[in-house]
C-alpha cells in the first residue's frame, strides 16, 4: 500500500504540470478537492470522447453496446528512478439501471502500454464485458490477463469489426500514444483501487460511499450517477453521450464461459 502511494505522488506530480484552468473551476463546486483528482476526471471523460470521434478508428457500437464497465486512465506514464514499470491513474464506472454508476478512481501498474519512440505517456481505455465485471473492478486488485483475460480492442464501425471480437476476452484494451489510438493487449498489468483518491474525491458522501474498502468500491458501482458529486460528473456526461445508457444485451459472454476458455 506504502508503495502504491509512492507511485501516485510520483505520477500525480507528472500530470500535475498539465491541469486546465477547467480543473479550477471544477475543483471550486467540488468543495476544494484535490485539483489533480478533479483533472483526472475531466481528462477521463476528454480521452474516451477521442476513442469515439472517428468512425473508422473507434470501438463497434456492438463492444461499446455490450461494456459492463468502462476504465479510462489517460497519461499513463513510465515512473521514475527507483520505482520501476509504468503508472497511471484513473476511473471506472459501470452500467447500473440503464445509467452509469459513480465512478471509482483506480491504478494501473507495470505492464506494456503501446509507448512510441518520444512519447511521454499513453492514454489507456478498458472495456469490461463480462457479466460479473463491477464485482472483479472492485476487488483491491488483480492481474490484468491473470485473473480476467484481456484482448486488443477492434476498432472500426463495419460489421467485421462488429462480430469477430466476440467471446475472445473479458476485457478490450486501447491504448493512445502521440495523438493515435489502437488496441493493445496489456497482459501482465496490476490493477489497483485508489482508495486513497477515492476517500478524498468522495469526503462528503455517506460512509458507505466514500470508496475506501473494497465493499465501498462495490457499492459506489451499484449506485446511480445522477447524485455523484460533482468532481466525476464529466466522466459520467461523457460516458452517457459517447457511449450510451442503454442495458446491454443479455446474451453478452457469461463468466462461466470465460473460464472455459482459459482451461483449454
Known sequence: MRRFVREWCVASTILGAGASVGASALRAQGGGVDEQLVERAKRAGEVLSELTSLPDRSPPKALLNEAVCIAVVPGVVQAGFGIGGKVGFGLVSCRHDNSWSWPAFVGLKGGSFGFQIGAQSVDVVLIFV???????VAASSFDIGGEASVAAGPLGRDVGAATDYRGQAEIYSYSKSKGIFAGIKIAGTKWEVDYSANKKA??????????GTSASVARQLRTTGGQAPPIVQPFLESL?????????SDSGPSDERFALRRRR
Not at 202 to 211: E, P, T, V
Open 240 to 248: 452517457r453521450q459517447h457511449v450510451g445508457t442503454g442495458p446491454r
Open 130 to 136: 463480462n457479466q460479473n465485471a463491477a464485482r472483479t
Open 202 to 211: 468522495y469526503a462528503s458522501a455517506a460512509d458507505s460511499l466514500q470508496g
